[in-house]
């Protein structure tokens, strides 16, 4: 990493340590069986995903496809459904296997129609053994796809948090975003969401859109808090390879104007919802301060114990992060889904990246030091038989030096107000160097 990088406060999003790019094709194709027969499996989560979207946003690196050939949702849920039965057949006995969370993500889940969805719940209920109305079950769409009759269907089979990609309030912001959207749409929307009565709403934000200015990012907050959200979450712009901005080379190092310009609006945006009574869970989510929890831990998909079905997911073993092959660009995705819905054999990992005690270690601090709560040192102690100055010493005195970690004898490492701010440098610099390594030499496609 050079200096001139270090001097960028946005270079990655850690949404997952490691990121697919370090993830290679396994040459021994463990069975699932074997990955998790010593697993844990009294507290799984579960993604289902779904790779379609109805137009692909202008920031969107995310592994997905505009619209769906005639047959190819049905054929899709069809290879779920077989991917399903040979995952839940590898977990063993079904008295040992109990979910604690679930969520359908994408792409845009709500892509699907009406029946689809119900298909899509009956799955992770029927064939996975989770029950939907007894865990928290996050759900993602968009303002086009949030229809009365998908809301419905939602609701009725145990949705506790719907979360809302809008983006900008400002149409003129959401075109430079490319994301085609009227500002009417987007409130009938929301109306129809807070009828459907799902207890948390979120909504998505993006900073540093070009011609975005203090006062339009005020508005589209305001305009949020008049839906009195449970949760928002505030992202700032990335511009990524292959996508429909691209317009900044990712290899032409940082943009300082930009840089300070998202730097402003977050420090705006954050500073307007906490004096709105939201409290800050991350540099990204805010949550209100009455909102309904959603579990023992809220929802999270970053854990160990973790089964994601569909061709973008990604599974969690201890000993390995496993998921299907990743893409950006259009034509790869065609193709890697157009391999998934024919296949039919689904009882061994195919790519991923195994974990050892170190690339752990480094995972549990990523997970634990960006969240707002911080890395209780105990609880590292216990789970590691180590501290976290004992494993990671310069790496947290380079962070207290530059004023971005609170006291690190303290029993709990926490990152400061502007640490939180400089989150998505914080995360890429704790990368291993084998991590940072092949995503460097990951070939985008």
Same mark, same amino acid.
């Given at each position: 990493?050079?200096?001139?990088?270090?001097?960028?406060?946005?270079?990655?999003?850690?949404?997952?340590?490691?990121?697919?790019?370090?993830?290679?094709?396994?040459?021994?194709?463990?069975?699932?069986?074997?990955?998790?027969?010593?697993?844990?499996?009294?507290?799984?989560?579960?993604?289902?995903?779904?790779?379609?979207?109805?137009?692909?946003?202008?920031?969107?690196?995310?592994?997905?496809?505009?619209?769906?050939?005639?047959?190819?949702?049905?054929?899709?849920? $069809?290879?779920? #459904?077989?991917?399903? +039965? @040979?995952?839940?057949? /590898?977990?063993?006995?079904?008295? &040992?296997?109990?979910? *604690? %969370?679930?969520?359908?993500?994408?792409?845009?889940?709500?892509?699907?129609?009406?029946?689809?969805?119900?298909?899509?719940? $009956?799955?992770? #209920?029927?064939?996975? +053994? @989770?029950?939907?109305? /007894?865990?928290?079950?996050?759900? &993602?769409?968009?303002? *086009? %796809?949030?229809?009365?009759?998908?809301?419905?269907?939602?609701?009725?089979?145990?949705?506790?948090?719907?979360?809302?990609?809008?983006?900008?309030?400002?149409?003129?912001? @959401?075109?430079?975003?490319?994301?085609?959207?009227?500002?009417?749409?987007?409130? *009938?929307?929301?109306?129809?969401?807070?009828?459907?009565?799902?207890?948390?709403?979120?909504?998505?934000?993006?900073?540093?859109?070009?011609?975005?200015?203090?006062?339009?990012?005020?508005?589209?907050?305001?305009?949020?808090?008049?839906?009195?959200?449970?949760?928002?979450?505030?992202?700032?712009?990335?511009?990524?390879?292959?996508?429909?901005?691209?317009?900044?080379?990712?290899?032409?190092?940082?943009?300082?104007?930009?840089?300070?310009?998202?730097?402003?609006?977050?420090?705006?945006?954050?500073?307007?919802?906490?004096?709105?009574?939201?409290?800050?869970?991350?540099?990204?989510?805010?949550?209100?301060?009455?909102?309904?929890?959603?579990?023992?831990?809220?929802?999270?998909?970053?854990?160990?114990?973790?089964?994601?079905?569909?061709?973008?997911?990604?599974?969690?073993?201890?000993?390995?992060?496993?998921?299907?092959?990743?893409?950006?660009?259009?034509?790869?995705?065609?193709?890697?889904?157009?391999?998934?819905?024919?296949?039919?054999?689904?009882?061994?990992?195919?790519?991923?990246?195994?974990?050892?005690?170190?690339?752990?270690?480094?995972?549990h601090l990523l997970q634990s030091l960006l969240q707002a709560?911080?890395?209780?040192?105990?609880?590292?102690?216990?789970?590691?038989?180590?501290?976290?100055?004992?494993?990671?010493?310069?790496?947290?005195?380079?962070?207290?030096?530059?004023?971005?970690?609170?006291?690190?004898?303290?029993?709990?490492?926490?990152?400061?107000?502007?640490?939180?701010?400089?989150?998505?440098?914080?995360?890429?610099?704790?990368?291993?160097?084998?991590?940072?390594?092949?995503?460097?030499?990951?070939?985008?496609?």
């Amino acid at each position: 990493m050079t200096t001139a990088q270090l001097t960028s406060p946005y270079q990655h999003y850690v949404y997952a340590y490691p990121h697919k790019t370090a993830y290679r094709k396994l040459p021994d194709r463990p069975a699932l069986a074997s990955l998790w027969a010593a697993e844990p499996k009294h507290a799984l989560s579960l993604y289902l995903h779904i790779p379609f979207c109805e137009v692909r946003c202008g920031f969107c690196n995310l592994f997905t496809r505009i619209g769906a050939p005639d047959g190819l949702t049905g054929a899709y849920l $069809d290879a779920l #459904e077989r991917q399903a +039965g @040979a995952v839940r057949d /590898a977990l063993g006995h079904e008295d &040992e296997v109990r979910f *604690a %969370t679930a969520a359908f993500g994408g792409g845009t889940p709500t892509f699907l129609t009406a029946a689809e969805l119900d298909r899509l719940c $009956d799955i992770a #209920e029927h064939r996975m +053994g @989770a029950d939907l109305r /007894a865990v928290p079950l996050s759900v &993602e769409a968009s303002p *086009a %796809t949030a229809t009365a009759d998908r809301l419905t269907v939602l609701a009725e089979r145990g949705t506790t948090r719907l979360s809302l990609g809008i983006q900008s309030f400002v149409d003129s912001e @959401a075109r430079a975003a490319v994301r085609p959207q009227r500002r009417a749409d987007v409130e *009938a929307a929301l109306a129809r969401i807070r009828d459907a009565r799902i207890p948390v709403l979120n909504i998505d934000l993006i900073y540093g859109i070009d011609g975005q200015t203090e006062q339009t990012w005020r508005h589209s907050l305001d305009a949020a808090l008049a839906w009195q959200p449970e949760e928002l979450y505030l992202y700032p712009l990335y511009v990524r390879p292959l996508t429909g901005l691209d317009r900044r080379s990712a290899d032409a190092g940082p943009d300082p104007a930009w840089d300070e310009q998202r730097l402003r609006l977050y420090r705006a945006g954050r500073d307007h919802l906490l004096a709105h009574g939201y409290t800050q869970q991350s540099m990204r989510m805010f949550r209100r301060a009455d909102a309904p929890a959603q579990g023992a831990d809220d929802y999270a998909c970053q854990t160990d114990g973790m089964i994601g079905l569909g061709c973008g997911a990604r599974s969690y073993t201890a000993g390995l992060h496993y998921s299907f092959d990743y893409a950006v660009g259009m034509h790869e995705i065609r193709g890697i889904i157009d391999d998934y819905v024919t296949t039919s054999d689904f009882t061994h990992a195919e790519v991923g990246h195994p974990m050892d005690a170190e690339e752990a270690r480094r995972r549990h601090l990523l997970q634990s030091l960006l969240q707002a709560r911080g890395l209780d040192v105990d609880d590292y102690r216990a789970r590691f038989d180590s501290a976290p100055a004992d494993d990671f010493g310069t790496e947290l005195d380079r962070l207290a030096d530059r004023g971005w970690l609170s006291d690190t004898d303290a029993a709990t490492l926490r990152l400061t107000p502007e640490g939180l701010a400089h989150s998505d440098a914080i995360g890429p610099e704790l990368f291993s160097p084998a991590v940072r390594a092949a995503m460097a030499a990951y070939e985008r496609k």
